[in-house]
């Protein structure tokens, strides 16, 4: 079947403007995670929706940033006023629940010129 | 809050060797460990994952992880490398209650002829 998908593959923006990332979880998936993979930090958790639960956002790194998952499906992560600190490669991935597997996706390029 | 620590940021072997990538963590609480792998230019995919039970896991490509609680370790092993093995290879760990993924730096496996 489908894996997870995100678009933008690729995406150049400039400092200061709002970029939004989506993500395709796999059909039937409850679980949807964003990390963010950078040179100066390596993988890193950024936000994870659970069902209907309320989603645990505690590695945001700043106001700045935002996510939604509607209808338990689709997710879209916003970034406000993009810093060039932003550059990095996003991604996301889903799972069946607590303890499955995580299956990302091919992730966003982000630059922030 | 918990840890993952790969040592070996970089590790050169030749075909047909064998390979030892480094992971060792640091939580409080009983942790899930996985290992996955990032091929060039491509997603992160899972290797191997351990949750309980059976302390040596076996996973796919031939790879194989043993958990040492007392030593709080999950190293990943092959007993022999080919070429298609050359990747950037991530531990990292999760709990109950807490399933967002904590992943170390990396270890980028290089596979020499």
């Known amino acids: 079947g489908a894996g997870v998908s995100q678009s933008p593959s690729n995406k150049v923006t400039e400092k200061g403007k709002d970029v939004e990332l989506r993500c395709d979880p796999i059909s039937g998936h409850t679980a949807l995670y964003w990390y963010r993979q950078s040179l100066g930090q390596g993988l890193e958790f950024l936000i994870y929706f659970q069902g209907n639960s309320a989603p645990d956002k505690s590695g945001l790194p700043s106001d700045r940033f935002s996510a939604e998952r509607t209808g338990g499906s689709v997710s879209t992560l916003t970034i406000q006023r993009t810093q060039q600190e932003d550059s990095a490669v996003y991604l996301c991935?889903?799972?069946?629940?607590?303890?499955?597997?995580?299956?990302f996706g091919p992730g966003t390029r982000l630059l922030v010129l | 809050a918990q840890s993952v620590t790969q040592l070996d940021s970089q590790v050169p072997v030749f075909e047909e060797a064998p390979v030892e990538l480094r992971c060792n963590y640091s939580?409080?609480?009983?942790?899930?460990l996985f290992w996955y792998v990032q091929y060039p230019n491509q997603g992160l995919q899972l290797l191997l994952k351990?949750?309980?039970?059976?302390?040596l896991v076996k996973g796919i490509n031939g790879f194989e992880a043993e958990f040492n609680k007392s030593q709080t370790s999950f190293h990943l092993r092959k007993p022999s490398v080919h070429i298609s093995d050359t990747a950037e290879y991530f531990c990292a760990v999760s709990n109950f209650g807490n399933e967002k993924l904590t992943f170390g730096t990396g270890t980028r496996l290089t596979i020499i002829p």
């Open positions: 991935a889903s799972s069946l629940g607590v303890t499955e597997t995580q299956y």
């Open positions: 939580s409080s609480v009983s942790v899930y």
């Open positions: 351990y949750l309980s039970g059976s302390t």
